[in-house]
């Protein structure tokens, strides 16, 4: 009778020793598993950030606009008749054709210009003749022309601006002063032809 108990003991360990075998080799798949999810995720995402990096590395500088248009005052144009001009080419025999429109910063403004408009025409076609053509159809010339005829047009109301393109001396930089915001706010072309 006493080797009886022994054998049913026996088969009843391995029972539980199988029971845990499996729930071992379960929680080793679970961790696989999860492990591999995690890994799976962190792989894809590595790429996208990389990808952004790559992006930013590559994207243009921002450009800084000015505040959105208040919805109640209306913009103010102000056309000035189309005008041609001898590009700075070599062998002079390439030109332009602008359509301007000037944007003001309020109606009254464009009374001002209106009586100016012969000295800002003759500004404007002289800063637009110190141009060739390759700058003038390079997007980065059109921005600069852009500034430069606000520059030369605010100049002639009496306003100074800043030309961002011009070096400063140390002595310049240090006379600046707090400028007037220019009436002319932007520079707007209706035609743009280059020949």
């Known amino acids: 009778m006493s080797a009886k108990p022994a054998e049913e003991s026996a088969p009843a360990e391995k029972p539980k020793s199988k029971k845990m075998l499996i ?12 492990g591999g999810g995690a890994a799976f995720f962190l792989m894809k995402k590595k790429p996208a950030d990389e990808e ?4 930013s590395a590559q994207a243009k500088p921002k450009v800084v606009h000015k505040a959105p248009p208040d919805p109640k005052k209306p913009p103010v144009y102000l056309p000035m008749e189309p005008m041609v001009a001898n590009l700075a080419d070599p062998g002079g025999g390439r030109f332009v054709q602008l359509g301007i429109t000037f944007k003001l910063d309020e109606a009254k403004t464009g009374d001002l210009v209106k009586q100016f408009m012969p000295s800002i025409r003759s500004a404007v076609l002289i800063a637009v003749s110190k141009r060739t053509a390759d700058e003038l159809l390079a997007p980065e010339g059109k921005e600069k022309l852009t500034r430069t005829i606000i520059r030369v047009a605010s100049e002639q109301l009496g306003y100074e601006v800043e030309d961002e393109d011009e070096e400063e001396s140390p002595a310049k930089k240090k006379k600046k002063r707090n400028l007037p915001p220019s009436p002319i706010e932007d520079v707007l072309y209706s035609s743009f032809i280059v020949q």
């Open 52 to 55: 952004g990096q790559e992006e």
């Open 23 to 34: 729930i071992i080799i379960a929680a080793v798949v679970l961790l696989a598993l999860i």
